[in-house]
């Protein structure tokens, strides 16, 4: 049997399989040691557990589920052909969002060496232990390093990316519609947010997430109080673009302006924020590794939703 690592409630999890034929014994697979972007609580069927898939695109049920209530960490985030939200939970795991319900950061896991039974494909029991792990001083400094290593890395990428823009001649120019003083103002403020690193839940403004990049800019550079969250700040403004069967095309950089607001996801349930600055380009606080960063849009990772508040 295939070993998987699942980034259930950290690195404190182990899970075993019994029931199918094939199968003889019991196997352990171990919990994999990584960075959580968020937290989410099954919301699926009471007593019922929800189908993991070996892929986000055509995967395949993995023979096992995640039951309902239960705690996850989500390690990357990703979206099917049809527009689908999905979570990455393990090395090669992964859930759809829809069914679930973010929670806290600081949710804490279960210290108790209990089990908990979710139901699995033709009676198949699938057996979750949950538990801590304490881990050593000098794992903990190696991982610090480690993380320091990256978020500086980012930074001299970023730059590198921002000092090329600069030097470019032409910028987009801004329609009449706008207040300039206020797309200026937001734009300034925001590169300067570049490097920063990223933190779930952080407020700014030594630190972001997604949408608190937003709403701190906003504020700052042009006196608009927008929500918090991704959830609500969709739904302000203008849609200048939605992407759907219809409308399969990706957005053009000719029919945005300087200061709209990208959304990834489906407008019920958007899982990423960032600001337009002009010349096919973005400013968002994109991932822990990441942190606050510079980016070129792409058909690849193009946004499906595009409000205008300015």
């Given amino acids: 049997m295939t070993k998987h690592k699942l980034f259930k409630l950290g690195a404190a999890a182990a899970l075993t399989v019994t029931g199918v034929s094939a199968i003889t014994s019991l196997k352990t697979a171990r919990a994999a040691n ?27 049920f993995m023979g096992y589920r995640a039951k309902d209530g239960t705690i996850w960490n989500v390690a990357e985030t990703a979206v099917d052909k049809k527009g689908n939200l999905w979570y990455k939970v393990g090395t090669r795991e992964w859930i ?10 600081d949710t804490p896991a279960s210290t108790n060496a209990k089990t908990k039974k979710s139901t699995a494909k033709n009676g198949v029991n699938n057996v979750i232990f949950l538990g801590t792990v304490t881990k050593k001083s000098t ?9 320091a290593a990256k978020v500086k890395k980012a930074k001299q990428i970023v730059d590198v990316a921002v000092k090329k823009t600069s030097k470019k ?8 519609t706008q207040a300039p003083s206020k797309a200026g103002a937001i734009v300034a403020l925001a590169k300067q947010q570049v490097g920063k690193p990223y933190a779930w839940g952080a407020n700014g403004p030594d ?12 504020k700052n550079a042009a006196g608009m109080n927008l929500p918090r969250t991704t959830y609500d700040q969709v739904k302000v403004g203008q849609t200048v673009y939605q992407k759907s ?15 709209d607001l990208l959304f990834w996801g489906s407008e019920s349930s958007p899982y990423h924020v960032a600001i337009y600055i002009g010349n096919n380009q973005y400013v968002n606080a994109a991932t822990p590794e990441q942190g606050t960063i510079l980016q070129t849009m792409t058909s690849y990772f193009a946004p499906t939703i595009v409000k205008r508040v300015l």
């Fill in 245 to 259: 069967q219809a409308n399969g095309q990706p957005v053009s950089a000719n029919n945005l302006q300087v200061g």
């Fill in 34 to 60: 990584f960075t959580a972007i968020k937290r989410v609580k099954i919301n699926y069927l009471p007593g019922k557990g929800l189908n993991i898939w070996t892929n986000y695109n055509k995967g395949k």
């Fill in 139 to 147: 794992k903990k400094s190696k991982a610090t390093k480690a993380k």
């Fill in 169 to 176: 001649s032409t910028t987009k120019k801004v329609a009449s």
């Fill in 96 to 105: 759809e969002a829809r069914y679930t319900v973010d929670v806290g950061m």
């Fill in 207 to 218: 630190s972001f997430d997604c949408s608190s990049l937003v709403q701190y800019v906003f």
